[in-house]
Each structure stands twice: as C-alpha cells, then as structure tokens.
C-alpha cells in the first residue's frame, strides 16, 4: 500500500466509522455519542464519547507498506512508520489478522474543568497531534498515563517531551521500556492527578487500570474488553501471564471503587448497571484467561 492524501483520506473514513460501531456497540448502547453541535475537542478532531470530557484518539494501523510489517502513524498528509521493535514479529502478524476496529489501538483524551488535559495510552506522536491538544488546552500542563508497555513503545515518550515544556508521562515501572518516564512502583494503588491507578499484572507484568471517579470511567488497556462480539481478556496476546491477569480482574472487581464505564485499548466498551454486574462480567473474563492459562496453547499462560 501507498501512503499518500488518498489512503490517509480514506484511514480516516474507516476509524470514524469504527468510532460509530465502538460507541454505539450494543454491549455498552449509553455510550452513543450525542448529536449535539461541535464542541471545541471535537474541531480540533477528537471524538467525542457519551462520556462527558473524554474523547476517543484513534491510532495507527499495522501494515507491510515498507516491504515488511509495521505500525504506521499519521504525519502530515502522510504516514510513518514507528519502531515497534518491542513486538515480536509472531504477535505483529496477529494483530495484522485481526479486524479493523481491534487493530486500531486507541487512545484517549480527557479534560477537566480547570482546563487541564490528560491522554490515557496516547497511540502516536506527531507535530499535528501535538498541535491539536495545546490548541485545546493552551498554556496547560499535560499529562500522560500509559497502562502498559505496548502504547508506551509505539509513542515516542522523548518526543512528547519535545513538544511540551510541562508534561508528567507516568507508567508502571516494570513496563517503562522507553524515554524519560515517571514509574509507579510495586502493587499500588496509586493517585495520580485526578486518576486512580490499580496494578493489573497479566498482559504485561506492569499493566495498570487507570480510573477517574469524577467521570466513573475506567480505562482498562490490554486486560479487558468487548472482542467480535464476546467478553475477552486477549489471552493470544498476554506477554505476562493469563493467570495473574485472571487475578488482577478479579481483585480490582472486589476492591476497586465502582466506576460505571470501562475503555478498552482495543474493541468495544462497556457499561456496568452495577457494581454487581461488573463483577459478573470481569469475572466472566477471567474465567475465560484461567481456561487459556490451563489450555497450554497461550504463549503467557
């Protein structure tokens, strides 16, 4: 495939469409974005959730435009390809398998009343995107949340540094394989800013769960979502430990506070009723990683 105006056009057709099916899935139908007039995140080209004061990124796509297969990011009226030398290539050519909507990771944006901007698994950096955030939060500090290692590779940590004299980049410490990063250490919880972070070693060994009690939401990277329609831990891509990840889910649906809302890295959100139902659901998921753990066909079981 060519990078050029026209395939960068039509990327972006395909992720507003995903952003469609994402947030008006019929697992999580409150999150269906309302058809209110543009707000300012949304002409600086965010997508807006139902959620109010976050708003979806959608990343890069996985490609063989080089002649060999990589993540490519926009630049400009192009793409780039980003050093994801922290994959296997054996992992790379899943994610080349899978649909659009899981192959795009995202990332998200949320903005609170005082005019400060956090981004939770930024997928890329670019100059562009860059722009667009200081265009909505001019003058503020940024900060920066990754849950795990696979987001903070593909985000060139140095060069948000570059383009923000004030940014706190924050990650576990067993994940913080790149750049100049503020490492959360040990089991946590931990209070960052706004956001409480709970440890969820599985996909990787320091994957976080990174929730806002103010906006009820949960942004759970790698360790839950909605995938081809089903509740799912992605055990094929754990690189830790589809046991510790079982255990992680079912210690944060005990004892975490109740937050209404869960972001996925990749797929579909959901919607919790109930402090009840989340148990039932994260529960269901971590059943399904012990039956993969004890399946011997997982590479981290």
């Not at 709970?198 to 990787?204: I, K």
């Not at 929730?211 to 081809?228: H, I, M, N, P, R």
């Not at 402090?275 to 399946?295: H, M």
Request: glycine fraction near 8%.
């Amino acid at each position: 495939m060519e990078w050029n105006v026209r395939t960068c056009n039509r990327l972006a057709a395909i992720a507003a469409a995903i952003y469609f099916v994402y947030f008006t899935h019929a697992q999580a139908p409150a999150l269906a974005p309302s058809a209110s007039p543009m707000d300012r995140f949304q002409r600086a080209g965010f997508m807006k959730t139902a959620v109010p004061r976050i708003y979806a990124i959608p990343g890069g796509t996985w490609d063989t435009a080089s002649g060999s297969l990589g993540y490519y990011v926009p630049q400009g009226m192009g793409m780039r390809q980003v050093d994801t030398s922290h994959v296997s290539q054996s992992l790379a050519q899943r994610i080349q398998c899978l649909d659009a909507d899981l192959r795009i990771p995202w990332g998200f944006l949320v903005h609170d009343e005082r005019g400060g901007v956090a981004l939770i698994d930024v997928p890329y950096h670019s100059l562009d995107l860059a722009k667009r955030i200081k265009r909505v939060a001019s003058g503020m500090p940024l900060l920066i949340i990754f849950t795990h290692s696979d987001f903070l590779g593909v985000a060139e940590v140095d060069n948000w540094r570059n383009s923000f004299e004030a940014v706190r980049i924050v990650a576990h410490d067993s994940d913080a394989i790149k750049g100049d990063v503020e490492r959360l250490v040990g089991s946590g919880p931990w209070q960052v800013g706004d956001f409480q972070i709970h440890a969820a070693p599985g996909h990787t060994e320091g994957s976080l769960i990174v929730s806002s009690s103010s906006l009820s939401t949960s942004f759970g990277g790698d360790s839950a979502g909605v995938w081809e329609g089903k509740l799912t831990g992605f055990p094929e891509m754990a690189r830790f430990s589809c046991k510790a990840q079982s255990l992680s889910l079912r210690r944060f649906a005990d004892n975490a506070p109740f937050y209404r809302y869960w972001f996925p890295g990749h797929g579909l959100p959901m919607k919790f009723e109930s402090r009840a139902e989340r148990q039932k659901l994260l529960y269901l998921v971590a059943d399904g990683l012990e039956q993969a753990s004890q399946s011997g066909q997982v590479a981290a079981p």
